[in-house]
Structures are given as C-alpha cells and as structure tokens.
C-alpha cells in the first residue's frame, strides 16, 4: 500500500467591512494511490500447527514517489508523509481479533535523465546605492557538474562573476534550496475544495571571497 498524507497550518488577516479579522486553522490532504491484497494460501480446515514461510513477490507500479518525512521549523507549521508498508494478516474465523503484522518498506523513485547535461545559468543586476543610484552591473554564470543528482551524492558547481560595478563584492552565496507544494483540505468548508500551497526553504548555505570592482573571478 502506497499512502500520501500532509497537513499545515495556516494564519492570515483580511479585511471585512471597517475591520481586520485574523483567521487561523490546518488543512489536510490523504491520499491512496494503490493497495493490492494478495491471498497468499488459504486452509479450509484451520490453520495447522507448526512453523510455516509463505515466499512471495510483488512488482511495484513506475513511477512511485521516494518515501518522504519532513515537519517544518519555520513560522509556517507544516508536515508531509509519503509512506509504504507491507501488511501480513491471519484471517481467524469466528474472531475479530486476526493476527496483524505490519513491515515499512524504503522504496527511492527512479531517476531519469541521469546523463542529461547541465546547463549554464546566467543572471545580470545593477548594484545601486542609496537605493537609487546605479554604480554598474554584475554578471553572474553557475554551471552544475550534472542536472540529476541521487541522495548522497556531492554536486560541484562552477561559478563565474564579471564584477562590472565601482563597488567590491564581500562574498557570494550559494544556497541549496527545497520547494514543497502543499495541498489540502479545510474541514471548515464545505465546498470540497482544495487550497494549494509552496513552502521555499534554505537545506544550506556556502559563503565565498568576493571580488574587487572591475575584476573578474572564477
């Protein structure tokens, strides 16, 4: 069974009427993509006594998502599950009380495209002070060693900035970053309809030696 659950809580003001009103509460979302029951033998006269192994395999569909546990420790309060598990059951007649055994599964989705090239990235802004004042542009261009990376690898990036501008760089930052779109429910309406939103976080930060006015460095 594959199963996809998340919730956040949300807080915002608006206006009604002449007054601000603040309005707090979550949102939910569950979903199931798949379950298979698989009878793996069956005992029309009971089940003997002894100690059985009942082997068996299953093929997953393509295309399953990684598993996922992340709770957010920001302003906004967030979490997010995506879960796999394998459930043996003893049906015992007569009884409601069946012998249930539960084991997780780590399951890591495919990656694609894993000899696609990285690309070059180039980005321009003028440095102004005083908060108007141009004192020239800076031109930056980062380049990846590759455009897929697996959990565990170390991604190298090459970074080149032409500093056009009368005014020294400190340092430059490079910031690995996370998106997380959320989805949910909330259990106060009663259209049914789903609010979505995105979570950008900071996973880490690199600082480096800036460069001077008019100089370049790679």
Known sequence: MFLCVGEWEYSYVEQE????????????????????DIKLI????GFPVGHFSYPFQYTLPRGLPSVFSCVSD?????????????????????????????????????????NKESQNYTGQGTVRTCCCIPRGD???????????????????????????????????????????????????RDDGRKD?????DTICENKYDGCKSGSQTL
Not at 139 to 156: F, H, M, N, S
Not at 196 to 200: I, R
Request: aromatic fraction near 6%; charged fraction near 30%.
């Open 138 to 188: 800076v031109i930056v261009k980062a380049r990846l060693d590759k455009a897929v990376y697996q959990a565990g690898q170390q991604a190298e990036i090459t970074v080149d900035v032409v500093n056009q501008s009368s005014v020294d760089i400190e340092h430059f930052a490079v910031k690995l970053m996370r998106v997380v779109k959320l989805k949910g429910s909330d259990p106060h």
């Open 17 to 36: 009427g002449d007054n601000w009103v603040k309005h707090t509460g979550d949102k939910k979302d569950k979903k199931e993509f798949f379950r298979v």
């Open 196 to 200: 979505t939103h995105c979570v950008l």
């Open 74 to 114: 920001g302003r906004m309060k967030w979490s997010a599950t995506v879960k796999y598990k394998v459930k043996a059951e003893v049906d015992i007649p007569g009884t409601k009380n069946d012998l249930k055994v539960t084991q997780p599964l780590i399951v890591r989705e495919e990656v694609k495209q894993q």
């Open 42 to 45: 069956d005992y029309p006269g």
